[in-house]
């Protein structure tokens, strides 16, 4: 009888103590979950920063124990309970370019926002590097709104995501598991799944292109292992050949120039690993598209060469809440970090009215 009444004692304590761990601050939570994390906390972001937002950085792990790392920004001057949006892309990108800049914007109107490094890339962490997962990747946003609901300073009830390009795919797959997410804005988006079994443009749409994409991602899987290392695929092709198609130049334009480079982006240095991206090819995103009931907007270029992907992502969409918005005279890149063509008041208005 004793014993027991020690185990039902031990259990209570064991309740209360995480209780009232649970009831730390923000910094606290942020110093344990930043342990063992080397970030870098100098201003090392491809664009300005803003005097009207406070900026830190945080740290949170996902469902599979990778640890994200994550720029934080919040308006200077805010009362109570503030929305908050989380935010990555593009895909092969880092926080410090274009979610970066999108997250400090939406600061500026208001928002508590966080822009995160996807597992396996950046800063933070998971083991092989540059590896990409449509599972993990659409957890990495699950992750983000497990960390956003828990901060004091967050309406939990008030949470969105921002997609861009590739991530834009994979918000849309995280808005149809996540119901927590009540508002997801996805800009100049790729499917990946899509390019990854069709390839651009749906080119390479058949059995037998597939088969031969998938021969030479296994040819490498024995060669890598063999290795002990992983062959990285490169990022943007550079030089630039005279004859590459008008996005591809584009791409050089915002990840090989000072404009958009950075020393941690795949994109801008050597890519994913060859087999990095393999499993996408037996994935389709779009799937659930149409059970998303929370509210969508889909912005994108006009010119931009992935448009076909969004339009396309649109027309799965159901419910008089979902919007596709397009960018007269826009290029994809164009949606990465010109200030004058992204919509950020329309996408203000957006988050405005439905985390409210």
Known sequence: MKKKIFVIAMLVTSIVFSCCQNKNSE???NDKNTENMELVQDWDKVFPRSDKVNHTKVTFKNRYGITLAADMYSPKEHQGKMAAIAVCGPFGAVKEQSSGLYAQVMAEKGFLTIAFDPSFTGESSGTPRYMASPDI?????????DFLSNLDSVDSEKIGIIGICGWGGLAINAAAMDTRIKATLVSTMYDMSRVAAKGYFDADDSPEKRYQARKTFNEQRTKDFKAGSYDRAGGVIDPLPDDAPQFVKDYYDYYKTKRGYHSRSLNSNEGWNKIGTMSY???????YASEIRSAVLIIHGEKA?????GETAFSKLQGENKELMIIPDATHCDLYDNIQKIPFAKIEQFFNTYLK
């Open 27 to 29: 910094k606290e939570k």
């Open 137 to 145: 990747n659409t957890e990495d946003f699950s992750a983000a709104v």
């Open 281 to 287: 090819m037996n994935f389709t995103l779009m799937d």
């Open 305 to 309: 060469h992935s448009r076909y992907m």
